[in-house]
């Protein structure tokens, strides 16, 4: 019975906190994102106190990769963004005349096209205005990127001032104790997705620019980013340059997207990724799915992004106080998040 009565509490926790963090998931993106963020840009701060480095030298420097490529990153997205709702109007001719192909097309099929769209009517303007809509709010997103730098930076410097203690031979206590004994995995994982990701959105903007359709260096980065969302992430990237190559070039141009984005994804997921997983780990499918339902309802579209990271945190979690009844971390537990 004691045991019974203890998951019960701990269900019945879990679902508290799990609703808390929906209401509050503005907030908790911006935290959840920064260590997200910190954890990838770790190893490079180990690495160069590994190299004998100072702490302060090392996070410095750090701080200033992360921070000049963090607003390059997000001034080019911004820009990108806004340049697209500006051009918005320019392709609603083009639009309203694949709507009224592809209605043609249907028709000749026996297919009543009304029945396809929902509400039974479809309209470039209402196309467009979603759209823009679906812009707007990512460019809100991005303009909050100035305060998970910040906050980054901040983790950044808590976890120079665990690596020099630990360094001196000084216990490995604290939230920084944590964040390397449980981030292990998870900076393992972000390594292996970074290297994949960033060879497909190379390979895609490339693509993109020798097919001429607008703003490749958008769309490459979106291809980045959603390469975190496993399963259907490559799906998200794919569709926007896809439809504008459909709408500044037609059919053949958009097909050529679409099969040299298969071909690229098909790449770096059955080449490049297995030699790294044979190093690193591998993700249950099971896992992801379950990990995308239940973070996306908390946080929102973030969590598809962030869902696999945090449960592997808490999974970690789990396990290490399963095995150890969830005592602190020894004092040699930090000394494995540096090198050699």
Known sequence: ????????????????????????APIVNVILLSF???????????????????????VALTIVIVSIGGLILASAVGTSIARIIDRL????????????SAGVFLNRLGIDPAQVVAGGTADSGRVLEFVRSMLT????????????????????LEASTHLARVRRGEPA?????????????????????????????????????????????????????????????????LMPPAALALLEYGWGTAALVVIGFFVLNAIAENVVKPRFLKKGLDVSLLLVILAMVVWTWTLGAMGTILGVPLTMVLYR?????????????????????LPG
């Open 317 to 337: 979690i789990y396990t290490h106080a399963g095995a150890t009844g969830d005592a602190p971390p020894q004092p040699g537990a930090g000394r494995a998040a």
């Open 1 to 24: 019975m004691p045991t019974i009565r203890n998951q019960m509490v701990t269900i019945a926790s879990a679902v508290i906190i799990i609703a808390g963090m929906r209401v509050a």
């Open 89 to 100: 109007p320019e392709y609603e001719p083009r639009l309203q005349e694949v709507m009224t």
């Open 173 to 237: 206590e604290g939230l920084m104790a944590r964040y390397f004994l449980y981030g292990k995995d998870v900076r393992a994982y972000l390594g292996i997705t970074s290297l994949t990701g960033l060879l497909t959105a190379v390979g895609n903007t490339i693509l993109l620019v020798i097919l001429g359709v607008d703003f490749p260096v958008l769309w490459g980065v979106l291809s980045f980013f959603f390469n975190f969302v496993p399963s259907i992430g490559f799906f998200f990237s």
């Open 36 to 58: 997200l963020l910190a954890m990838a840009v770790t190893p490079l701060l180990e690495w160069l106190m590994g190299k004998g480095r100072r702490p302060g030298a090392a």
């Open 137 to 156: 709010g990512a460019l809100g997103v991005v303009s909050a990127s100035f305060l998970v730098i910040l906050v980054t930076v901040f983790i950044l």
